[in-house]
T-cell receptor, first 111, second 116 residues
């Protein structure tokens, strides 16, 4: 069965520190991969996507993600976190008909 | 360009009533998807529609739930005889008609359904 795993439910970082959010997927073939961010009471905003090609993809708000086929991972990174980055982050896989989402990682930023 | 528009943003229903959730896709998008988010969980796929056609409803509960995307007007997710367990946030997404871009889904702000 297709699945996406985000092993960290909550992460707390200090403002200015680096960030890495983990995502692993289980699919029959390499799916399209996405990271979305959700602020409280809001919808999901697309941060970045991976379809093929360069395994390091750049997104909005200074985020990037690296696709590693050997580890079935698509981890999200940011070199320096801002207080406004506090939100819930969802990794998703799929394309075409539907997306399969992870359960999300809640990011808290300490000032 | 307006994004994906969902209304209402909040909906309160009593058990046994009907809930109708509306979604207008982004301009030029012909694919609509509905997802449900239960508290403390990720989004779960419900249904994928194109104009006048249901393409994939593998995530829809077998009873009480239906969806449509008519030739004119918004997509509607309808829940009949709501129960407390239907309380959740329902998100709609849309994607453009063709090419690789059709694999990118853009989400609305959601409808938060509360069943009393």
């Amino acid at each position: 069965a297709q699945s996406v795993t985000q092993p960290d439910i909550h992460i707390t970082v200090s403002e200015g520190a680096s960030l890495e959010l983990r995502c692993n997927y289980s699919y029959g073939a390499t799916p399209y991969l996405f990271w979305y961010v959700q602020s409280p009471g809001q919808g999901l905003q697309l941060l970045l996507k991976y379809f093929s090609g360069d395994t390091l993809v750049q997104g909005i708000k200074g985020f990037e993600a690296e696709f590693k086929r050997s580890q079935s991972s698509f981890n999200l990174r940011k070199p320096s976190v801002h207080w406004s980055d506090a939100a819930e982050y969802f990794c998703a896989a799929g394309g075409g008909n539907k997306l399969t989402f992870g359960t999300g990682t809640q990011l808290k930023v300490e000032l | 360009n307006a994004g994906v528009m969902q209304n209402p943003r909040h909906l309160v229903r009593r058990r046994g009533q009907e809930a109708r959730l509306r979604c207008s896709p982004m301009k030029g998008h012909s694919h609509v998807y509905w997802y449900r988010q239960l508290p403390e969980e990720g989004l779960k796929f419900m249904v994928y529609l194109q104009k006048e056609n249901i393409i994939d409803e593998s995530g829809m509960p077998k009873e009480r739930f239906s969806a449509e995307f008519p030739k004119e007007g918004p997509s509607i997710l309808r829940i009949q005889q709501v129960v407390r367990g239907d309380s959740a946030a329902y998100f709609c997404a849309s994607s453009p008609p063709g090419g690789q871009a059709k694999n990118i889904q853009y989400f609305g702000a959601g409808t938060r359904l509360s069943v009393l």
